[in-house]
């Protein structure tokens, strides 16, 4: 048995905020700087009262229709995502309540911007297992709640947003290869060094990075699991119709690419639209291409992130 995508969707939340909007409400920075060192011309803030588990309800109900199935009818629900609604319960859980689904296999997967990777990878091993056969895979994220709004070299890159795929049990293959890989020795180059205790905020609340040194580690382990995961299908990386990275930079994604020998042509790139989404970024991508019309039925498809942790994966994919 073998995991195909029977459905994509996705969800931003309220209007898009540009980099002139940005300069406007404080930030010392402009649109040249921005777009010239990431290529982001704007993103999406989720107001208060939005939890990652509401923006993945609206991208789940997206990939519901597509797929042309009912929440009911699901087995298991994986939510990747580095701001959960709460400590416990689940983002999951709360979203297959939200969803009615009251039986399904329900957890969230903690890996940053490699996190949807890293649940494609999980929900195939159980499909290919035989345990489950209808599968939701979301990506979610409000990352503006972990921004420090002065710090411009953070603050202007991050945006919320939630991508969501139904992975269903197929006798065509679907996913044909997958590969997740971690090394903490790195995680002091992107990260959120706090946490709460006895009720009180212990260290650093905002997200931190050493951009030159993510910026080098990123494209090195990128290209690394391209080729990685072409080679376990047994196919070169010019055989792929579509290369769909995580969105978090465009030198990142030129960078990637000319390493792996793709041509930008083939190149999913989403990063102006909302900036990076981190475990959102990847599904968001993938859903805007389908429904574009650029990823067709049969085409071949390169799913890969990395993100703090460090973490990395990618899933080969026809669609």
């Known amino acids: 048995m073998f995991a195909r995508i029977a459905g994509v969707g996705s969800y931003l939340p309220g209007p898009p905020l540009s ?3 940005l300069k406007q409400r404080g930030v010392e920075t402009n649109d040249e700087w921005i ?27 997206k990939a519901l229709v597509a797929a042309g199935i009912d929440a009911s009818t699901l087995d298991l629900i994986i939510v990747a995502t580095s701001t959960p609604d709460f400590i416990f319960p689940s983002t999951a ?12 296999m329900a957890f969230d997967v903690q890996a940053v911007c490699s996190g ?3 649940a494609m990878n999980i929900a195939e091993k159980f499909i290919r297992f035989g345990s489950h056969k209808k599968v939701l895979v979301v990506g979610a994220e409000v990352f503006s709640r972990i921004l420090d709004w002065d710090d411009r070299s953070t603050c202007v890159l991050f945006g919320d947003g939630a991508g969501a795929v139904i992975l269903e049990a197929s006798g065509t293959p679907g996913i044909l290869a997958s590969a997740a890989h971690a090394d903490g020795a790195y995680h002091g180059i992107l990260s959120v060094p706090g946490n709460v205790c006895g009720g009180k905020v212990i260290g650093d609340p905002f997200l931190r990075m050493d951009g030159q040194a993510v910026f080098k580690f990123a494209v090195r382990v990128l290209a690394d699991v391209a ?31 000319k390493r792996v020998g793709i041509d930008m042509n083939k190149v999913i790139v989403t990063v102006d639209r909302h900036g990076n989404t981190s475990a959102a970024s990847i599904p968001l991508a993938l859903d805007a291409a389908v429904r574009d019309g650029r990823v067709q039925r049969g085409h071949k498809v390169l799913l890969e992130g990395v993100g703090g942790g460090f973490t990395w994966g990618a899933v080969l994919l026809e669609f």
């Open 93 to 104: 859980c709360l979203l297959q309540a939200k969803l009615g689904n009251h039986s399904a």
């Open 19 to 21: 980099n002139d909007d």
């Open 35 to 61: 777009v010239s060192r990431t290529g982001i011309k704007s993103r999406h803030l989720a107001d208060a009262n939005c939890t990652s588990s509401d923006l993945a309800l609206e991208a789940s109900r």
């Open 227 to 257: 080729q990685e995961c072409c080679a376990l299908a047994g196919i070169l990386p010019t055989g792929i119709d579509w290369l769909i990275p995580h969105q978090a930079n465009i030198r990142i994604i030129e960078s990637t690419a």
């Open 116 to 118: 949807f990777v890293y």
